[in-house]
C-alpha cells in the first residue's frame, strides 16, 4: 500500500498549527524533551494520529483519539520489554525456552515502509511489535523473530509484517507489505519454498491482532473470520500463507482464535486494565510428522517487564538487564 496524503497549503498549516500545539501540550505535561525513536539515537517523532489516505481497497474507519494514559505510557521515550518462560512444541516434543514481546512507538515511513529517522508530517505512527523465541531443539538451537508495525490509530491493518526463522539446517524469511494489496516476499532453504513473490487480498492477520489488543482488546474482532495465520506458524508448518476461516473469542481476561481445519487454537492471556499487558499465551496444535506426531500445547508464562530505551543499552555494564529481565 503506497500512501499519500494529498491535502492543500491551507490544509498543511493547519495540521502544523494542530501538531505543534498538540506537541506543546504533551510536553508541558510530561516534562520531557525527546520522543522516543527505537534502535536509534537523537531522532523525533511525531504524535499526530490523523488518518493517511487508504487505497479503495481497504475500508477505514475514522480514528479514535488516542487517551491521555495511552500517550504517558507509549510515549515516555522507552519501550516495554516482557520476558517469558517458554513451552515450545517443535517436532512432536516440548521444547524449554525464552520469549520476549517489545512494544515501543515509532514513525513509519509509508512509501518505503521502514521506521522513519525524522520527523516528517506523511509519516504513520505506529505501535511495532518485536516478537522473539529462543529454544533448543536437540544438538542445534532455533531463532524465530516476527516484527508487526500497526498504525496507532487503530483503524486499519498493519502496514508490514515480517518474520525469520534461523537454526542450523538453514534459514526462512517472509514479508507481508500492507499497499494496494498484501504483497508477499518469502525465501527458504526448502526445496519448493525457495523464493516466492505473491499478493493476497486484504483481511484480517494474527499478528496484528497482538499490537490490536494493546490499543484496546474491545475492539478485536469476534466470531468467524477469515484470518492470515501468523507468519511464524505458517513457516513452521511450512503450509501456504493465504486466509483460513477462524472463530475467535474474547473474554474478560483473554482472547481465543481456533483454526478448525488446520486444528489449532491460540489463547492470549492479558491483564484487562490498561496498558493490557500480556501475561502468557497458549498454542495448542498437531507436531510432528507421522509417528512423532502428537497434539501439544505451547505455554509462555510472563517472567518480567521491563520499561527501557534498550537502544542505548548496549554496553557491558548493562548486562545486568537481562538479569532482570530473568534472560541470563
Excluded at 516434543?93 to 512509501?111: H, K, M, Q, W
Excluded at 506523511?122 to 523465541?133: E, G, H, R, S, Y
Excluded at 483503524?155 to 500492507?178: F, P
Amino acid at each position: 500500500m503506497r500512501q499519500n496524503v494529498l491535502v492543500s497549503e491551507s490544509k498543511n498549516i493547519q495540521v502544523m498549527e494542530k501538531h505543534i500545539k498538540r506537541n506543546f501540550f504533551y510536553l508541558l505535561i510530561l516534562g520531557v524533551t525527546s520522543i522516543i525513536t527505537s534502535c536509534t539515537e537523537n531522532k523525533t517523532k511525531t504524535l499526530e494520529t490523523a488518518t493517511v489516505s487508504e487505497p479503495k481497497t481497504e475500508e477505514v474507519a475514522p480514528a479514535p483519539k488516542l487517551s491521555e494514559e495511552f500517550k504517558a505510557y507509549w510515549y515516555d521515550g522507552e519501550a516495554e520489554i516482557t520476558s517469558y518462560k517458554l513451552e515450545q512444541a517443535r517436532y512432536g516434543e516440548l521444547r524449554e525456552g525464552t520469549a520476549v514481546l517489545v512494544y515501543v512507538t515509532e514513525d513509519f515511513l509509508p512509501n518505503v515502509q521502514v521506521k522513519a529517522d525524522n520527523y516528517n508530517e506523511t509519516n504513520i505512527p505506529v505501535l511495532k511489535l518485536n516478537a522473539t523465541k529462543n529454544f533448543n531443539t536437540g544438538i542445534y538451537p532455533y531463532s524465530i523473530m516476527q516484527s508487526t508495525f500497526y498504525p496507532v490509530t487503530n483503524n486499519q491493518h498493519a502496514l508490514k509484517i515480517s518474520a525469520s526463522i534461523q537454526e542450523w539446517c538453514g534459514h526462512v524469511y517472509m514479508q507481508l507489505n500492507n499497499r494496494n494489496t498484501f504483497e508477499v516476499q518469502s525465501h527458504s532453504y526448502f526445496q519448493g519454498e525457495a523464493d516466492e513473490n505473491f499478493k493476497l487480498d486484504k483481511t484480517w492477520t494474527e499478528n496484528e491482532l497482538w499490537t490490536k489488543l494493546r490499543i484496546d482488546p474491545k475492539s478485536l474482532p469476534v466470531g468467524q473470520l477469515d484470518l492470515i495465520p501468523a507468519l511464524e506458524s505458517t513457516r513452521l508448518n511450512h503450509e501456504a500463507l493465504e486466509p483460513q476461516k477462524a472463530f475467535t473469542k474474547l473474554e474478560n481476561n483473554s482472547y481465543t482464535i481456533s483454526y478448525p481445519e488446520a486444528n489449532r487454537t491460540l489463547k492470549i492471556n492479558f491483564n484487562p486494565n490498561f496498558p493490557f499487558d500480556i501475561i502468557g499465551w497458549e498454542e495448542t496444535t498437531t507436531n510432528g510428522i507421522g509417528t512423532s506426531s502428537a497434539t501439544l500445547t505451547t505455554k509462555a508464562t510472563k517472567l518480567e517487564t521491563l520499561k527501557s530505551d534498550y537502544w542505548n543499552k548496549k554496553s557491558n555494564a548493562d548486562l545486568n538487564l537481562r538479569e532482570t529481565l530473568k534472560l541470563q
